[in-house]
């Protein structure tokens, strides 16, 4: 079974940057298309963004667009989250995941994912 581990969070102030990374522990990484959703405190887990298998194409949520870059090692099995001009609103815990079938701007879309990270922005 794949196994995707987050890791990056932390505290950051109001308009500090933060990486994430997402590493998959398999090895048709390649393969797969990769999401980031987030989850605020009583919030239900939001579309981040997503970078596809094959030709890397990605799709960002609004409120990121700008800000924030996907993007991936496929000779790492890692998949990133460049955060630049972070808000208070940014804050909550961020999740990587595998995308299975359908629409990636989906949860339902994706079968695997990871246990979180969590990521804080102070005013």
């Known amino acids: 079974q794949v196994q995707l581990v987050e890791s990056g969070g932390g505290l950051v102030q109001a308009g500090g940057s933060l990486r994430l990374s997402c590493a998959a522990s398999?090895?048709?990484?390649?393969?797969?298309?990769m999401g980031w959703f987030r989850q605020a405190p009583g919030k239900e887990r939001e579309f981040v963004a997503f970078?596809?298998?094959?030709?890397?194409?990605?799709q960002y949520a609004a409120s990121v667009k700008g800000r924030f870059t996907i993007s991936r090692d496929n000779a790492k099995n890692t998949v990133y989250l460049q955060m630049n001009s972070l808000k208070p609103e940014d804050t909550a815990v961020y999740y990587c995941?595998?995308?299975?079938?359908?629409?990636?701007?989906?949860?339902?879309?994706?079968?695997?994912w990871g246990q979180g990270t969590q990521v804080t922005v102070s005013s």
């Open positions: 995941a595998i995308h299975s079938s359908g629409l990636g701007y989906y949860e339902s879309s994706y079968a695997t």
């Open positions: 398999t090895r048709t990484f390649s393969s797969y298309t």
């Open positions: 970078i596809t298998s094959s030709l890397g194409i990605t």
